[in-house]
T-cell receptor, first 114, second 118 residues
Framework: SQQGEEDPQALSIQEGENATMNCSYKTSINNLQWYRQNSGRGLVHLILIRSNEREKHSGRLRVTLDTSKKSSSLLITASRAADTASYFCATDARGSSNTGKLIFGQGTTLQVKP | EAGVAQSPRYKIIEKRQSVAFWCNPISGHATLYWYQQILGQGPKLLIQFQNNGVVDDSQLPKDRFSAERLKGVDSTLKIQPAKLEDSAVYLC????????????????FGPGTRLTVT
């Protein structure tokens, strides 16, 4: 079953604009991670945010986490054509086993037009 | 450092045939994962190893899928016999994270094997 659901499913913007993607999940988590996948390639880790953190930055990326609403957002500022990819949120659900298992959402497909 | 290696990159087989995928994780990573990613969906965990033991195989279709990680390094995933619905990309990932700790860590993914079952 899918834990995370991304919104929107697809997003098309012009180069230089900001892109915001949202993720909602259902159960308590240890952490939430964002990954990028270019067409036909494997996934690349972007950011990990722990349940006791509210915001995290990495270069042009900003991730927020609201555990009371069970939601997260990924903001990409000053987008570039090279940011064109699918973006997935993945949750590490809190539980008795704490295996570190990630459950991925369906992803947001971002197209950045030059 | 070298990334996660997978082979083959592409495989086309007929239904009811068998197929095997190989993964070599990043050196020193205790945990290895196999995911199935169907077109248009996010990856779904099939099996998770910590060293050479299975941590989670709850979503592995055990009647046709098997996996092993001998010596706690390389891993193989096998499908026998394959069905049309097994057409997907099979991703291998590894991490330094350990089960039971509850901290979690990022996963490093290989390029995947694209399987087409006809």
């Amino acid at each position: 079953s899918q834990q995370g659901e991304e919104d929107p499913q697809a997003l098309s913007i012009q180069e230089g604009e900001n892109a915001t993607m949202n993720c909602s999940y259902k159960t308590s988590i240890n952490n939430l991670q964002w990954y990028r996948q270019n067409s036909g390639r494997g996934l690349v880790h972007l950011i990990l945010i722990r349940s006791n953190e509210r915001e995290k930055h990495s270069g042009r990326l900003r991730v927020t986490l609201d555990t009371s609403k069970k939601s997260s957002s990924l903001l990409i500022t000053a987008s570039r054509a090279a940011d064109t990819a699918s973006y997935f949120c993945a949750t590490d659900a809190r539980g008795s086993s704490n295996t570190g298992k990630l459950i991925f959402g369906q992803g947001t497909t971002l197209q950045v037009k030059p | 450092e070298a990334g996660v290696a997978q082979s083959p990159r592409y495989k086309i087989i007929e239904k009811r045939q068998s197929v095997a995928f190989w993964c070599n994780p990043i050196s020193g990573h205790a945990t290895l994962y196999w995911y199935q990613q169907i077109l248009g969906q996010g990856p779904k965990l099939l099996i998770q190893f910590q060293n050479n033991g299975v941590v989670d195989d709850s979503q592995l279709p055990k009647d046709r899928f098997s996996a092993e990680r001998l010596k706690g390094v390389d891993s193989t995933l096998k499908i026998q016999p394959a069905k049309l619905e097994d057409s997907a990309v099979y991703l291998c990932a590894s991490s330094t994270g350990l089960a039971g700790v509850g901290l979690g860590s990022e996963q490093y993914f290989g390029p995947g094997t694209r399987l087409t079952v006809t």
